[in-house]
């Protein structure tokens, strides 16, 4: 076995043997209830489809990713154990790969777990079925658009709280950065190729994007070389920071 | 001639503006046992991390089996087996849960990592806490898991950061044997500022101050250099001759003679660290003198190290084993 799927294995297993794993998935299966069924008015709408359901995915996962990804580094700092793992013989990058794939494993788990919303929709009408799963892979591509941005965060600080907090922020950029309300800040000053990319960075625009049902090259583009870039960061930060 | 299995010389470090390591060199020989000592804050931890990988230095050079540690920092870090300060370890996990991962990153499979697991566990003195969190053990099995961790692959190096610090006496006699037992066969360097233990387990001492070596040599030639080194102390039988102060620093090679506060009691101090107890007890039995004791101090290895550690003055004894 690799050293990247011996972290991974030990990362994702240490999920399910602290309350982690269970909380998470309780509190994230119970909000996607909530959402789909009383604030996106499922019923109301009568209709075959998961929208409401991935409607307000990129919000819950504004809060659920960055908690499940600010101890991924910020804890090995504060123990110390980082300086165990990083005199293993593996390169940093094994470590920051076996990390992040353990997290978003662990997040495909709990979006699995959701398939009672499938079953519904599938008991209750005739739903587009390859539209949801487009859906599904959107929003778990999203999540580890989420993800990597919060292991990157974790690496530059012990104390998970502000790691937390700062993925947050950093999140709820590149989720609103198609928006008005962030293209607005930059519209006075910054040409208009730039604005361009800036709304391109949406992480919400390439996820609805998807959930039309198509999987468009760009998207996919979008989401692994978002994954790849802040993955990279997270390896020079590991490098930077693992001895302060 | 092969070279020995750690080499560093010239090795810098700076943060910023502070020098934690200015110029270090040393090495550590297969089948020997160095004691890294120093105050706290010396740069010995720093120079540890240093050898081991984890801290990038910012001069000179370090070799682990004559392999750069810069330039092939996964070899390296193969050959050796590191336990950090405070034996760090993924808390939440079981004794042999963590071990299994060690022995997964080392890349053991099948039987052979269940022999290494056992075979560690055996070593260590782990076998009533294997499936409980490391967490809820004690300062002292902690430390043992930390070993464990470090000797699973049979490194033939080991470096450890303290590796009995904060333990009681019976752990560190316990931590100190199996030291001694693996120290036939590897090259092994341990940092610690309890000076007994130089005694106890290390072949030659390495002592370091500011960032700079201060002394390199044996245990002994370290109690050499101490002002006690050969000083004689004598009890006598009642109470204490009127001329035996007089006569004893009258003698060659005696530079002083100091009074206990027992009243009965003279330490002859030597010149130069020159044996002087046979000339103090021809001297004693000449001239009739009733004793209790003559006892011949070894040298105070508190007093050596406050002197060559406080006022960063090197000492320049060289290489002197």
Not at chain 1, 198 to 212: A, E, Q
Request: with cysteine; net charge negative.
């Amino acid at each position: 076995m690799s050293a990247t799927a011996a972290i991974f294995r030990r990362e994702l297993g240490n999920y399910f043997t602290t309350p982690v794993a269970y909380v998470f998935i309780v509190i994230f299966l119970a909000l996607n209830g909530v959402f789909t069924f009383y604030v996106g008015g499922w019923y109301e709408r009568e209709q075959a489809d998961l929208q409401t359901f991935f409607d307000y995915q990129p919000l819950l996962y504004l809060f659920l990713i960055p908690a499940l990804s600010m101890r991924l580094w910020a804890e090995e700092r504060k123990s110390g154990s980082i300086e165990l793992l990083m005199t293993l013989p593996i390169s940093t990058w094994q470590a920051v790969a076996g990390k992040f794939l353990a997290a978003w494993t662990f997040t495909g788990i709990a979006l699995m777990l959701t398939f009672p919303i499938w079953l519904t929709v599938n008991y209750l009408g005739n739903p587009d079925n390859p539209v949801i799963l487009v859906g599904y892979i959107g929003s778990y591509l999203m999540a580890g658009a989420y993800l990597a941005v919060g292991s990157c965060v974790s690496a530059f600080t012990r104390n998970q709280v502000i790691a937390f907090v700062i993925a947050v922020v950093i999140c709820f950029v590149f989720m609103l950065s198609g928006t008005p309300m962030v293209l607005d800040l930059f519209q006075a000053w910054l040409p208009q190729p730039l604005i361009n990319t800036i709304s391109g960075m949406s992480i919400t625009t390439h996820f609805n994007s998807m959930l039309k049902g198509v999987i468009d090259l760009r998207d996919l583009v979008f989401f692994f070389s978002f994954i790849g870039c802040w993955l990279l960061a997270n390896i020079i930060a590991v490098e930077m920071k693992k001895s302060d | 001639m092969m070279e020995s299995a750690i080499v560093v010389e010239s090795l810098r470090k700076e943060f910023g503006a502070f020098t934690a390591v200015d110029g270090v060199s040393f090495d550590v020989n297969r089948g020997e046992v160095l004691g890294f000592l120093g105050p706290n804050g010396a740069g010995k931890s720093t120079t540890m991390k240093m050898i081991t990988g984890f801290l990038a230095s910012s001069g000179g050079q370090i070799r682990v089996d004559g392999l750069d540690v810069g330039k092939y920092p996964t070899q390296v870090k193969q050959r050796i087996g590191y336990l950090p300060e405070g034996a760090p370890a993924y808390g939440e996990m079981t004794v042999t849960g963590f071990l299994g991962f060690i022995a997964d990153i080392r890349g053991f499979r099948g039987t052979e990592k269940q022999d290494r697991i056992h075979s560690s566990i055996r070593k260590a003195n782990l076998g009533s806490v294997i499936h409980k969190p490391i967490d809820t053990l004690s300062k002292g099995f902690k430390r043992r898991v930390g070993l464990a961790q470090a000797i699973l692959h049979d490194p033939p190096i080991l470096i450890m950061d303290e590796p009995t610090d904060g333990l009681d006496p019976n752990q560190k006699h316990e931590v100190r044997e199996l030291i001694s037992e693996m120290a036939r066969d590897k090259a092994i360097l341990i940092s610690t500022h309890i000076l007994e233990e130089v005694n106890a387990i290390c072949d030659r001492a390495v002592i370091i101050a500011q960032g700079r070596l201060v002394f390199n040599g044996t245990p002994q030639a370290l109690e050499a250099m101490s002002r006690q080194h050969n000083a004689v102390t004598i009890t006598f039988a009642g109470g204490l001759p009127d001329i035996a102060e007089q006569r004893l620093s009258a003698l060659d090679n005696v530079a002083g003679v100091n009074r206990e506060q027992a009243l009965n009691r003279l330490i002859v101090m030597p010149g130069g660290g020159v044996s002087i107890v046979g000339q103090v007890t021809r001297l004693v039995r000449d001239e009739g003198w009733e004793i209790e004791e003559v006892y011949v101090a070894t040298g105070q290895l508190d007093e050596v190290f406050r002197r060559i550690t406080s006022h960063g003055g090197s000492v320049d004894e060289g290489d002197l084993s």
